[in-house]
T-cell receptor
Framework: DAMVIQNPRYQVTQFGKPVTLSCSQT?????MYWYQQKSSQAPKLLFH???????NEADTPDNFQSRRPNTSFCFLDIRSPGLGDAAMYLC?????????????FGPGTRLTVT | QKEVEQNSGPLSVPEGAIASLNCTYS??????FFWYRQYSGKSPELIMF????GDKEDGRFTAQLNKASQYVSLLIRDSQPSDSATYLC??????????FGTGTKLQVIP
């Protein structure tokens, strides 16, 4: 089945220790998104790739970086995690340019910072 | 002013009743509108999308869009306890950006 996959599902890291979260998709979608969601809050868009074009949100901290080496994979790098970065990180994909552009989410990665 | 607004709830309805969830948005240029269901600790699951004014039905779910009033709603007929979740309204504007509301928590009472 076509899907969005995130690894790991749970990640524990230490304060200041870099961490990388991964997302892959078999939907052949051209747009991939990263969201941060904290408890009882709306998902907050961090950035997205439209094909190879990177689009950063103005309020995304520099501590968050992303890479998209190919159509199927996208990575979220947190260079120096702080306690405030503990959250669920959601990857989503969509296909733009076909008239339907609904967004599908992966299962998320729950990040804990100790 | 929030870009996408929803009543946080909780909205409590008895089993078998119709649940009505509402959402308003501020960007008049928005073209795509989505409803997601999110269970606690899980990721959002797309349940409805709508692009044109009017109603769109899919099983027990009906999405309604009124662009003039900048209003989108979701009706759930014959509500079941398994429908108890947070429902997120999402609106897509320019540059593929999707903005989410904070969600309405629905409780279906058996």
């Amino acid at each position: 089945d076509a899907m969005v996959i995130q690894n790991p599902r749970y990640q524990v890291t230490q304060f200041g220790k870099p961490v990388t979260l991964s997302c892959s998709q078999t939907l052949n979608h051209n747009v991939m998104y990263w969201y941060q969601q904290k408890s009882s809050q709306a998902p907050k868009l961090l950035f997205h790739y439209y094909d190879k074009d990177f689009n950063n949100e103005a309020d995304t901290p520099d501590n968050f970086q992303s890479r998209r080496p190919n159509t199927s994979f996208c990575f979220l790098d947190i260079r120096s995690p702080g306690l405030g970065d503990a959250a669920m990180y959601l990857c989503a994909t969509s296909r733009e340019g076909t008239g339907t552009d609904e967004q599908y989410f992966g299962p998320g990665t729950r990040l804990t910072v100790t | 002013q929030k870009e996408v607004e929803q009543n946080s709830g909780p909205l409590s309805v008895p089993e078998g009743a119709i649940a009505s969830l509402n959402c308003t948005y501020s960007d008049r240029g928005s073209q795509s509108f989505f409803w997601y269901r999110q269970y606690s600790g899980k990721s959002p699951e797309l349940i409805m999308f709508i692009y044109s004014n009017g109603d769109k039905e899919d099983g027990r779910f009906t999405a309604q869009l009124n662009k003039a009033s900048q209003y989108v709603s979701l009706l759930i007929r014959d509500s079941q306890p398994s429908d108890s979740a947070t429902y997120l309204c999402a609106v897509k504007g320019g540059y593929q950006k999707v903005t989410f509301g904070t969600g309405t928590k629905l409780q279906v009472i058996p």
